[in-house]
Nanobody, 127 residues
Framework: QVQLVESGGGSVQAGGSLRLSCAAS????????MGWFRQAPGKEREFAAA????????NYADSVKGRFTISRDTTKNTVYLQLNNLKPEDTAVYYC????????????????????WGQGTQVTVSS
């Protein structure tokens, strides 16, 4: 069982930055690949970024590539999403998610693959 708690959301102007954090409970954090997803009002949840359990490989949605950076700190059981050059269309609730990974290469952008989800944190970008 993994519990995930996001933080770091807020309101910023276009062009601004935020860093989201996702703290994971449990002793097996290193066994999980992690992902960030987002859901805007009236839209389906969409993939933003993912990272392998060892942190060696990352994957991004085209809409955030070059602006967002996912990373993880195994000593703190935390995964981060750095959001730079934010745009109004980035406004959404951001969720982190965990999926059990059986090797260091496993990474997925499919929401259905993830086993555990946080409660979400709101990001609002004004123009």
């Amino acid at each position: 069982q993994v519990q995930l708690v996001e933080s770091g959301g807020g309101s910023v102007q276009a062009g601004g930055s935020l860093r989201l954090s996702c703290a994971a409970s449990g002793r097996t954090f290193n066994s999980y690949a992690m992902g960030w997803f987002r859901q805007a009002p009236g839209k389906e949840r969409e993939f933003a970024a993912a990272i392998t359990r060892a942190g060696g490989t990352t994957n991004y949605a085209d809409s955030v590539k070059g602006r967002f950076t996912i990373s993880r700190d195994t000593t703190k059981n935390t995964v981060y999403l750095q959001l730079n050059n934010l745009k109004p269309e980035d406004t959404a609730v951001y969720y982190c998610a965990a999926v059990r990974a059986y090797n260091d290469k496993y990474i997925t952008s499919s929401a259905r693959s993830y086993d555990y989800w946080g409660q979400g944190t709101q990001v609002t970008v004004s123009s």
